[in-house]
């Protein structure tokens, strides 16, 4: 089983928005903190959210995702949901779903990690 499963990505003009989708398997049901991350060609991989799996926590390491973007969770509290809003062409990138026991914003805080979704803007 693919313990993290990202969906909903697409491609979108600037100022539209997507929202992305990861289903959590069972077996990461214990984990405290899930992030999203994005890499886009020849750049570094980077975090667009991190939060603790009850909501309770959520940090946006960079300001610029801040009131574009928002967190949410299912009712059955297996898959959460990334809404990206006014979505920009340098949102352009792999987008993965990451899932560990401790906080952090680097890629290596967090061990498990989805196969990612690709989200394109153009103009």
């Known amino acids: 089983e693919v313990p993290l499963v990202e969906s909903g990505g697409g491609a979108v003009q600037a100022g539209g928005s997507l929202r992305l989708s990861c289903k959590v398997s069972a077996s990461l049901w214990s984990s405290t903190y899930m992030g999203w991350f994005r890499q886009a060609p020849g750049k570094e991989r980077e975090a667009v959210v991190i939060f603790s799996t009850g909501l309770d926590h959520t940090h946006f390491p960079d300001s610029s995702f801040e009131g574009r973007f928002t967190i949410s969770q299912d009712s059955a509290k297996d898959s959460y949901y990334l809404q990206m809003t006014n979505l920009k062409l340098e949102d352009t990138a792999m987008y993965f779903c990451?899932?560990?026991?401790?906080?952090?914003?680097?890629?290596?805080?967090?061990?498990?990690w989805g196969q990612g979704t690709q989200v394109t803007v153009s103009s």
């Open positions: 990451t899932s560990g026991r401790l906080f952090g914003i680097r890629p290596e805080d967090f061990p498990y």
